[in-house]
């Protein structure tokens, strides 16, 4: 979760000023959606989830994006959530979602599946390479890999799509979910 963190802070402070416009890869996200869904998600959401709270009906349509300072601010904003969940007791038990309940170490999983998958959205879109260790890298793909059916029965992912042979465990995760990353 913190390689994870770190790198989306890193991609966030190297999205070009201004306002965000265009399509993403990301789905039928535009760039602006994308980007609100990802700060929205991963850092305010994981700090949420973290100490059982949910998120407020406000902030599910606040635009981050609009503020000029909105990565700086992301970044604290997922050190606050990274070190929510440095407490032993976050990852006891089972979070409530209204629907279902679910436990803490997938709530925690998911988040870092948005960290990983969005990020490398938001780096694509933007020019930048996302990068983690290996080790992180063969986690999120153990992550796609168990959740890809039911993300793709919510249309969460596509069909996989090709990867190069002998392609690393983070494109492989990448493809897998749907996106391509050629």
């Not at 629907?99 to 960290?115: K, R």
């Not at 069909?159 to 897998?176: I, K, M, S």
Request: hydrophobic share 40%; with cysteine.
């Amino acid at each position: 979760m913190t390689e994870f963190a770190a790198e989306c802070a890193r991609i966030a402070r190297g999205v070009p000023a201004g306002p965000l416009e265009g399509p993403s890869p990301c789905g039928d996200f535009d760039a602006r959606t994308l980007v609100n869904h990802w700060v929205l998600f991963t850092s305010h959401g994981l700090e949420r989830r973290a100490r059982r709270e949910t998120l407020p009906e406000e902030m599910m349509e606040h635009d981050f994006t609009a503020e000029p300072d909105w990565a700086e601010r992301y970044a604290e904003q997922l050190d606050r959530a990274v070190k929510a969940w440095g407490d032993p007791a976050a990852w006891e038990g089972e979070i409530d979602l209204g629907s279902m309940s679910v436990p803490a170490s997938g709530i925690a999983g998911m988040v870092v599946l948005e960290m990983g998958l969005h990020g490398w959205d938001v780096a694509t879109m933007t020019g930048q390479e996302f990068t983690v260790s290996d080790e992180a890298a063969r986690y999120l793909l153990g992550l796609v890999e168990e959740n890809a059916e039911m993300y793709r029965q919510f249309d969460g992912f596509a069909e996989p799509a090709q990867v190069d042979e002998g392609a690393d465990a983070f494109r492989r995760a990448v493809a897998l979910s749907g996106r391509d990353p050629r």
